[in-house]
T-cell receptor
Framework: AQSVTQLDSQVPVFEEAPVELRCNYS??????LFWYVQYPNQGLQLLLK??????LVKGINGFEAEFNKSQTSFHLRKPSVHISDTAEYFC????????????FGTGTRLTIIP | EAQVTQNPRYLITVTGKKLTVTCSQN?????MSWYRQDPGLGLRQIYY???????DKGDVPEGYKVSRKEKRNFPLILESPSPNQTSLYFC?????????????FGPGTRLTVL
């Protein structure tokens, strides 16, 4: 079964600084990868996803992620963060051969410092 | 407006008192799922349904039941709640399988079992 690791439980970043949230998954075989965001007191919403094609994936709100098969990583980046980016970010993975289930990481809480 | 609704949003109950959390979506989605979110553990799937009358266990199904009698509704039933079921619960839906398609999440139900 696939698993996903988000090593950083909390990341504080100054406003307008760049940020990278790290995500590593367990298997080097084909995977589908997702990043979801949860704003305070809300449900999750999709930021971006990688199914195939270009390894650089662009999402909403200026976020992007790069699929790196050799390092089994799918790190999320934004060049300049805003106060409104304060949220919890979840990386998730599924197996294309049995993708009725999505496995989530434990989440990274991004705090933007004014 | 396309949405997933859950009721109630907050619930405090006592051990052993049966309860149902409702979930409804208005997007004609085939796939629906229930997750629980606990600090440090991320989201874990409880049950999912790929269509009417088709349900299957997720990663943490013990102590829960579900039914899918209509396409739009997917209630979560706790027949004898226990304190270890205190958690934040999310319902989600998608056109296609969760591991391939964008999931739309409800606002969450915060359950406390005393």
């Amino acid at each position: 079964a696939q698993s996903v690791t988000q090593l950083d439980s909390q990341v504080p970043v100054f406003e307008e600084a760049p940020v990278e949230l790290r995500c590593n998954y367990s298997s080097s075989v084909s995977v589908y990868l997702f990043w979801y965001v949860q704003y305070p007191n809300q449900g999750l919403q999709l930021l971006l996803k990688y199914l195939s094609g270009s390894t650089l994936v662009k999402g909403i709100n200026g976020f992007e992620a790069e699929f790196n098969k050799s390092q089994t990583s799918f790190h999320l980046r934004k060049p300049s963060v805003h106060i409104s980016d304060t949220a919890e970010y979840f990386c998730a993975v599924s197996d294309p051969g049995g993708n009725e289930k999505l496995t989530f990481g434990t989440g990274t809480r991004l705090t933007i410092i004014p | 407006e396309a949405q997933v609704t859950q009721n109630p949003r907050y619930l405090i109950t006592v051990t052993g008192k049966k309860l149902t959390v409702t979930c409804s979506q208005n997007m004609n989605h085939e796939y629906m799922s229930w997750y629980r979110q606990d600090p440090g553990l991320g989201l874990r799937q409880i049950y999912y349904s790929m269509n009417v009358e088709v349900t299957d266990k997720g990663d943490v199904p013990e102590g829960y039941k579900v039914s899918r009698k209509e396409k739009r509704n997917f209630p979560l039933i706790l027949e004898s709640p226990s304190p270890n079921q205190t958690s934040l619960y999310f319902c989600a839906s998608s056109f296609d399988l969760a591991g391939r398609d964008t999931q739309y999440f409800g606002p969450g139900t915060r359950l406390t079992v005393l």
